[in-house]
Nanobody
């Protein structure tokens, strides 16, 4: 069984940076696309950034210039860095991955930004 486990997040300061990681574990054969989503309180889940294999990166217009998505294929891990944090960046951040015909989700990690 393949699982995604996110780490990072927590309580951060406005103007600071966020670093998240998401590692896939289990019996893996091929993870193609890895994605970060966020869900702010009372809002729908929305895409933050996507990285494919071979590498193509897509970032939501709302975060372009503040977000970097990278991956380490040897570790089956995707990373998200977000700079210049704002209180409205508060959300639960979810990792998503395409593994063969499976669509996997992590459990989510809470990010809170204090002003």
């Amino acid at each position: 069984q393949v699982q995604l486990v996110e780490s990072g997040g927590g309580l951060l300061q406005a103007g600071g940076s966020l670093s998240l990681s998401c590692a896939a574990s289990g019996t893996l054969f091929s993870i193609t696309t890895m994605v970060w989503f966020r869900q702010a309180p009372g809002k729908q889940r929305e895409l933050v950034a996507t990285i494919t294999r071979p590498v193509t990166k897509i970032c939501a217009d709302s975060v372009k210039g503040r977000v970097t998505i990278t991956r380490d294929n040897a570790k089956n891990t995707v990373y998200l860095q977000k700079n210049s944090l704002k209180p409205e960046d508060k959300a639960v951040y979810y990792c998503n991955a395409v593994h063969g015909t499976q669509l996997l989700w992590g459990q989510g990690t809470q990010v809170t930004v204090s002003s």
